[in-house]
């Protein structure tokens, strides 16, 4: 069917298509809930794949070193989860699991080890034995469809389990329900309870069909079914599970639109094309195969992890409220809506990762995400920063959807409200606005300290109202705050609103408020204007969201000479910043995988983290503080430490949230990067220091003039890093440095490196 994935290759001919280059099981031994992926389409409903942990958004579904099969489920989504089966044989006296023992007694001994030597799991495509049973099952899906084959042994009495209840990754599933309509039709409903992070309960419906007749149903404890299929059925038992989040009517819809035939392995084939079609948008040329291998992997990953929630018909669930109320994607002419709607973890981060790769390769998923975004405005009176099954979560902290959707603004990506986009993102940066909650605050909004960063100009740190949601980190908000304010101001000038402009730069100013000169770094203060006594800027968490003080003071990506005046000018502030990267490079410029942390707190105290959001801009400090050639050196070293390889047991050294942390990996790559996130008037990419000899983006026709943009990279090697020269279409750049009206123009960008550093 597919090709095993083997990370000791070394000849860059062996593949031709990129997604052959794919190895899904990067970090798959650190794997949480939403993050690995095998059967699923780009962004799919639904999201197939084997679970060997169950319990908890962390540490669980597909654990790479966990030797044991728990069942296959459906849907792995931020803060979602459900209809999980596994195939069993069934004992010959009774419609009951076989066990080792041979008597049945219990409903949760149906477990089966696996070997990694049978299995294949490539993009579109899972193949495993489940060595117990002696079946090979085989799992390919559409985007709203599962699709499973099952070949069990000769004369086997044949059964499938639907566990529709228990602790299922983040969810508590409740209410499960499995219905049969004929000899080959299911149909059910389950609910994913609320969690701490999604407030209400949500409910997931779906639809079976078999190719083989089903002859009877046994209900078990807590949500558990047991399918028997008929006796004398001849070929692979094969069933299609289609989802929805409406209705048990529209689920039926998305798998008679979706998957009509029984063709597994053209449905296969056409997942594994729409996959080869999107990586397809960037080539690269050079380095070994394990680099590219490595790149198209994390380019698989940019397109993972967020979820359409929308029917095909446009149906949606919109959970705002205290009920599902079912709203609909308005439509063409041919009658299929616009865009899809989305379940997303947040935006958080989004400015340095997504913003950028989206913006280059796939505008138009960048407009569908707005889009959907405008949908929850409409629905329930905010622009989320991270929605979960129709439903605000209020996940992390500040207005990360507003550089989001300013970006897109500002590239040109505009099928979407303009009037209605500023109104809800303007909204969200006044009291009564997102800004108001810290992340999780559900039922109040004064976590986020809005209106002391309004009247004082900094977010307090203890908060004075109390404890509310998470994240309440003051230095962190205030720095947060002011950044996205910036970003709304470039918006706001692009409509031609002075006043609003005005204000928003006013308040960007902010982030001033939180300097303690006599430090040298930002600092916590309280209500009353007080510093933080004792102030360590290693300290982690301690006014610092997700991150130490150390890390954090960079955080002011739109006003980076304004921080350097602080700082005592940009001589001091660069070689401030080069110290602290010398320090991390002991450490591998990451803090580790949650379990690093759990073993030694210590590793939190490291001055630049790449594996988490809040840090992963500094290397292109640098560029802009006027250094490009420590921007090059440093980002290849990041480059090398914590993005390189193919292994279960690393990959992102820390937390690779939807695509975040793989879209930062292509980029660094590819050496490009936008510091304020792509805000500006015409924004500009910073030139780092590719590693390819030459990437070729294929452009979009529909928001492009170009067909491609190449960056040939000269003299290209681990020793020479360093731009000596740079030329666009032949002319020589006086920056490096190149515009997003340039770049969708299309042509050549030629860089010749060289391994002295031109600065000397």
């Given at each position: 069917?597919?090709?095993?994935?083997?990370?000791?290759?070394?000849?860059?001919?062996?593949?031709k298509?990129?997604?052959?280059l794919?190895?899904?099981?990067l970090?798959?031994?650190?794997?949480?809930?939403?993050?690995?992926?095998?059967?699923?389409r780009?962004?799919g409903?639904?999201n197939?794949?084997?679970?060997?942990?169950t319990?908890g958004a962390?540490?669980?579904?597909?654990r790479y070193?966990?030797?044991?099969?728990k069942?296959?489920?459906?849907?792995?989504a931020?803060?979602?989860?459900?209809?999980?089966?596994?195939?069993?044989?069934?004992?010959?006296?009774?419609?009951?699991?076989?066990?080792?023992?041979?008597?049945?007694?219990?409903?949760?001994?149906?477990?089966?080890?696996?070997n990694?030597e049978?299995?294949?799991?490539t993009?579109?495509?899972?193949?495993v034995?489940?060595?117990?049973?002696?079946?090979?099952?085989e799992?390919?899906?559409?985007?709203r469809?599962?699709?499973?084959?099952y070949?069990?042994?000769e004369?086997a009495?044949?059964?499938?389990?639907?566990?529709?209840?228990?602790?299922?990754?983040?969810?508590?599933?409740?209410?499960?329900k499995?219905?049969?309509i004929?000899?080959?039709?299911?149909?059910?409903?389950?609910?994913?309870?609320?969690?701490?992070?999604?407030?209400k309960s949500?409910?997931?419906f779906?639809y079976?069909k078999f190719?083989?007749?089903?002859?009877?149903?046994?209900?078990?404890?807590?949500?558990?079914y047991?399918?028997?299929?008929?006796?004398?059925t001849?070929?692979?038992?094969?069933?299609?599970?289609?989802?929805?989040?409406t209705s048990e009517?529209?689920a039926?819809?998305?798998?008679?639109?979706?998957?009509?035939?029984?063709?597994?392995e053209?449905?296969?084939?056409?997942?594994r094309?729409e996959?080869?079609?999107?990586l397809?948008?960037?080539?690269?040329?050079g380095?070994?195969?394990?680099?590219?291998?490595?790149?198209?992997?994390?380019?698989?990953?940019?397109?993972q992890?967020r979820?359409?929630?929308s029917?095909?018909?446009?149906?949606?669930?919109?959970?705002?409220?205290?009920?599902?109320?079912?709203?609909q994607i308005?439509?063409?002419?041919?009658?299929?809506?616009?865009?899809?709607?989305?379940?997303?973890?947040s935006?958080?981060?989004?400015?340095w990762?997504?913003n950028?790769?989206?913006?280059?390769?796939?505008?138009?998923?960048?407009?569908?995400?707005v889009?959907?975004?405008?949908?929850?405005?409409r629905d329930?009176?905010?622009i989320?920063?991270?929605p979960?099954?129709?439903?605000?979560?209020?996940?992390m902290?500040?207005?990360?959807?507003?550089p989001?959707?300013?970006?897109?603004?500002q590239?040109?990506i505009?099928a979407f409200?303009?009037?209605l986009?500023?109104?809800g993102?303007k909204?969200?940066?006044?009291?009564?606005?997102t800004?108001?909650?810290?992340g999780?605050?559900?039922?109040?909004?004064k976590g986020?300290?809005i209106?002391?960063y309004i009247?004082?100009?900094?977010?307090p740190?203890?908060?004075?109202?109390?404890?509310?949601?998470?994240h309440?980190?003051?230095?962190?908000l205030t720095?947060?705050?002011?950044?996205?304010d910036?970003t709304l101001?470039?918006l706001?000038?692009?409509?031609n609103?002075?006043?609003?402009?005005?204000?928003f730069?006013?308040?960007?100013?902010?982030?001033k408020?939180?300097?303690?000169?006599?430090?040298?770094?930002?600092?916590p203060?309280d209500?009353?204007g007080?510093?933080?006594?004792?102030?360590?800027p290693?300290?982690?968490?301690?006014?610092?969201n997700?991150?130490?003080g150390?890390?954090?003071?960079?955080f002011?990506p739109?006003?980076l000479?304004?921080?350097?005046?602080?700082?005592?000018?940009k001589?001091?502030?660069?070689?401030k910043?080069?110290q602290?990267?010398?320090?991390?490079?002991?450490?591998?410029?990451?803090?580790?995988t949650?379990?690093?942390?759990?073993?030694?707190?210590?590793?939190?105290?490291?001055?630049?983290?790449?594996?988490?959001?809040?840090?992963?801009?500094t290397?292109?400090?640098?560029h802009i503080?006027?250094?490009p050639?420590?921007t090059?050196?440093?980002?290849?070293?990041?480059?090398?430490?914590?993005?390189k390889?193919?292994?279960?047991?690393?990959?992102y050294?820390?937390?690779?949230?939807?695509?975040?942390m793989?879209?930062l990996?292509?980029?660094?790559?590819?050496?490009?990067?936008?510091?304020?996130?792509?805000?500006?008037?015409?924004p500009?990419?910073?030139?780092?220091?590719?590693?390819?000899?030459?990437?070729?983006f294929?452009l979009?026709?529909?928001?492009?003039?170009?067909?491609?943009?190449t960056?040939?990279?000269?003299?290209?090697?681990?020793?020479?890093?360093?731009?000596q020269s740079?030329?666009?279409?032949?002319?020589?750049?006086?920056?490096?440095v190149?515009?997003?009206?340039?770049?969708?123009?299309?042509?050549?960008?030629?860089?010749?490196?060289?391994?002295?550093?031109?600065?000397?």
């Amino acid at each position: 069917m597919a090709c095993k994935p083997d990370p000791e290759t070394n000849s860059p001919d062996n593949h031709k298509e990129k997604v052959d280059l794919v190895y899904p099981m990067l970090d798959a031994a650190n794997s949480r809930w939403f993050y690995f992926s095998s059967a699923c389409r780009p962004f799919g409903m639904v999201n197939l794949s084997p679970d060997n942990q169950t319990g908890g958004a962390w540490g669980s579904g597909y654990r790479y070193h966990t030797d044991t099969i728990k069942g296959f489920s459906h849907i792995h989504a931020w803060q979602l989860a459900g209809v999980s089966v596994m195939p069993q044989l069934i004992a010959a006296q009774s419609i009951s699991p076989h066990l080792n023992a041979g008597q049945w007694g219990k409903w949760d001994d149906y477990y089966s080890p696996f070997n990694h030597e049978t299995e294949i799991a490539t993009p579109g495509y899972h193949k495993v034995i489940l060595d117990r049973y002696n079946i090979t099952v085989e799992l390919t899906s559409t985007t709203r469809v599962g699709f499973h084959q099952y070949t069990f042994p000769e004369d086997a009495q044949k059964g499938i389990l639907f566990n529709l209840g228990g602790l299922l990754g983040p969810s508590e599933i409740t209410d499960g329900k499995l219905n049969k309509i004929d000899d080959q039709t299911l149909s059910g409903s389950l609910y994913n309870a609320p969690t701490r992070r999604r407030p209400k309960s949500t409910p997931v419906f779906f639809y079976v069909k078999f190719n083989h007749p089903v002859e009877e149903i046994e209900s078990g404890e807590n949500g558990k079914y047991l399918v028997k299929i008929a006796n004398g059925t001849e070929g692979p038992t094969q069933m299609k599970v289609a989802i929805s989040y409406t209705s048990e009517a529209n689920a039926q819809l998305n798998l008679e639109t979706e998957l009509p035939g029984w063709d597994f392995e053209a449905v296969a084939e056409d997942s594994r094309q729409e996959w080869n079609d999107l990586l397809g948008r960037i080539e690269v040329k050079g380095g070994t195969e394990q680099d590219q291998r490595r790149f198209y992997t994390d380019l698989w990953h940019a397109l993972q992890g967020r979820r359409i929630i929308s029917d095909v018909n446009g149906q949606y669930p919109d959970m705002t409220g205290d009920t599902l109320r079912i709203g609909q994607i308005p439509v063409r002419k041919d009658g299929k809506p616009k865009f899809n709607h989305y379940n997303s973890d947040s935006f958080w981060g989004a400015q340095w990762t997504i913003n950028t790769l989206w913006g280059l390769a796939y505008p138009e998923i960048y407009e569908e995400f707005v889009n959907s975004l405008l949908v929850y405005y409409r629905d329930g009176g905010w622009i989320p920063r991270g929605p979960s099954g129709g439903n605000y979560t209020h996940v992390m902290t500040g207005a990360s959807s507003t550089p989001f959707i300013v970006s897109a603004y500002q590239k040109g990506i505009r099928a979407f409200d303009h009037d209605l986009a500023w109104e809800g993102l303007k909204k969200n940066h006044l009291p009564g606005g997102t800004m108001g909650k810290a992340g999780y605050e559900h039922k109040t909004a004064k976590g986020g300290g809005i209106e002391d960063y309004i009247e004082k100009g900094y977010v307090p740190y203890p908060n004075p109202n109390g404890n509310f949601g998470y994240h309440q980190d003051g230095p962190s908000l205030t720095m947060e705050y002011a950044y996205q304010d910036w970003t709304l101001a470039q918006l706001a000038k692009a409509m031609n609103k002075p006043d609003d402009a005005a204000y928003f730069l006013r308040r960007s100013k902010n982030y001033k408020n939180t300097y303690d000169p006599s430090v040298g770094w930002m600092r916590p203060k309280d209500y009353r204007g007080n510093w933080r006594e004792p102030y360590d800027p290693y300290e982690y968490d301690a006014g610092f969201n997700e991150s130490n003080g150390a890390q954090s003071t960079w955080f002011v990506p739109h006003d980076l000479e304004g921080l350097a005046e602080l700082m005592g000018g940009k001589e001091a502030a660069i070689q401030k910043l080069n110290q602290q990267f010398e320090t991390a490079e002991k450490q591998g410029f990451t803090s580790g995988t949650s379990h690093d942390v759990e073993t030694n707190p210590e590793l939190r105290r490291i001055p630049i983290n790449y594996g988490n959001q809040p840090s992963i801009q500094t290397a292109f400090i640098f560029h802009i503080l006027g250094r490009p050639d420590l921007t090059q050196y440093w980002s290849r070293k990041v480059t090398e430490s914590v993005y390189k390889g193919l292994n279960p047991d690393t990959g992102y050294n820390g937390d690779e949230d939807q695509g975040l942390m793989g879209s930062l990996a292509v980029l660094l790559k590819a050496g490009l990067f936008q510091m304020n996130g792509g805000t500006d008037e015409d924004p500009e990419y910073q030139i780092g220091s590719p590693i390819f000899d030459e990437i070729v983006f294929h452009l979009h026709p529909g928001y492009a003039i170009g067909k491609t943009f190449t960056i040939q990279v000269k003299g290209n090697s681990e020793d020479q890093v360093y731009v000596q020269s740079a030329s666009l279409n032949n002319k020589l750049l006086e920056k490096l440095v190149i515009s997003h009206s340039d770049l969708i123009r299309g042509g050549k960008l030629v860089l010749e490196m060289g391994g002295s550093n031109p600065e000397n």
